[in-house]
């Protein structure tokens, strides 16, 4: 099993930025694709971005050259800097991850709200 904890969420105006933060914890030597999914109200899930234990990473379209993810190994740790925010990026941000099995962990979610 893997838990993951994020945090970082928050209320920012547009044209601001926040960093999202995911701790994983468990086993997480089974860790391999780490991403960030986002739901707005009355919106499916989808997916932001993700990055490889390796290090490849690919975004969303929209999110292209606003937001950047990163993860540290050593630390179980994935973040994402999101920058030039707009209010269409209000929504619950939700860490995910895939191991190797392939199993599918869940964080409970982190609210970001962007103000016009």
């Known amino acids: 099993q893997v838990q993951l904890v994020e945090s970082g969420g928050g209320l920012v105006q547009a044209g601001g930025s926040l960093k999202l933060t995911c701790v994983a914890s468990?086993?997480?030597?089974?860790?391999?694709?780490m991403s960030w999914y986002r739901q707005a109200p009355k919106k499916q899930r989808e997916l932001v971005a993700t990055?490889?234990?390796?290090?490849?990473?690919t975004y969303a379209d929209d999110v292209k050259g606003r937001f950047v993810i990163s993860r540290d190994n050593a630390k179980n740790t994935v973040y994402l800097q999101m920058g030039g925010l707009k209010p269409e990026d209000t929504a619950v941000y939700y860490c995910?991850?895939?191991?190797?099995?392939?199993?599918?962990?869940w964080g409970q979610g982190t609210q970001v709200n962007v103000s016009s």
């Open positions: 995910n991850v895939v191991d190797y099995v392939p199993r599918n962990y």
């Open positions: 468990g086993r997480t030597f089974l860790v391999n694709a």
């Open positions: 990055i490889t234990r390796s290090g490849t990473t």
